[in-house]
């Protein structure tokens, strides 16, 4: 009798031992981060030229594009997390 727990009690740590057990996965490392949110330009004072306000208008839309930019990539990577924790499910 003792020959057949020595075996029983091997086949249960054996097949212990082989199932299968959960493992954390983690999402890439490059989807945790978004981009930086731009600084604000510091913009010339308003002197009633044209050149002034040309210049003053550009980097507004410089700066609004960065800004979009910004946003555009942290939707996507807020997008891509999305889509990795469907597939996990």
Request: aromatic content about 6%; proline content about 8%; some cysteine.
């Amino acid at each position: 009798m003792t020959g057949f727990r020595t075996t029983a009690l091997f086949a249960v740590v054996a097949l212990t031992a082989c199932t299968p057990r959960p493992v954390a996965v983690l999402p890439p490392v490059e989807l945790t981060t978004c981009a930086a949110e731009p600084e604000a330009p510091l913009l010339p004072e308003r002197d009633g030229t044209d050149a002034t306000q040309l210049v003053r208008d550009r980097m507004m839309l410089a700066a609004y594009l960065a800004l979009r930019s910004a946003y555009g990539d942290c939707a996507a990577r807020v997008a891509a997390l999305k889509a990795w924790r469907e597939r996990m499910e």
